[in-house]
């Protein structure tokens, strides 16, 4: 067999600056196109849920500072719960709203509140903090001495 047969009916491809020119076929382009689109759709929803959970943690952290806040401003002030006010703070454009729960408790197990001597009793502090939709609540709790009434043999005279 002649090697001229074997080329009889084989075209040379198109050859720019002496080399053979080739492309990509259609199918190629398109499994590139779907790679890139599906590797870009990843990234965005990656990138979306990273910013969700920065601002779901920076709004957990303001209700914790508001928390604690509301709950040294409770035990600064051990004769007096705090004023309530209905109005939330607001901070980065979401509300918090708080409430501050006075509960008297016995700090022994199976022995009721009222059958303690006042010197042993406990009031438990629990401020709560709302925000956000849907709602998020976050508490801190805290424990004082039951404040006794002054008697009359310790008021100082004037």
Do not use: C
Not at 89 to 103: L, S
Not at 110 to 115: A, F, H, P, Q, R
């Amino acid at each position: 067999m002649n090697p001229q047969d074997l080329s009889a009916g084989y075209r040379s491809p198109i050859r720019i600056h002496g080399r053979a020119a080739r492309g990509f076929t259609v199918i190629e382009t398109l499994v590139a196109l779907t790679l890139l689109a599906a590797g870009a759709g990843f990234l965005l929803a990656t990138l979306g849920a990273s910013s969700r959970l920065v601002r779901d943690v920076r709004e957990n952290e303001t209700a914790l500072w508001l928390a604690r806040s509301r709950l040294v401003e409770a035990a600064a002030y051990p004769d007096r719960p705090p004023p309530e006010d209905d109005r939330p703070d607001r901070y980065e454009g979401v509300d918090y709203r708080t409430r501050i729960e006075y509960r008297e408790i016995s700090p022994v197990p199976n022995i009721e509140v009222d059958k303690l001597a006042p010197a042993l009793r406990l009031i438990e502090v629990r401020v709560l903090v709302n925000w956000g939709t849907p709602p998020s609540q976050i508490h801190l709790t805290t424990y004082r001495k039951a404040v006794q009434e002054a008697s009359p043999a310790s008021t100082p005279r004037p």
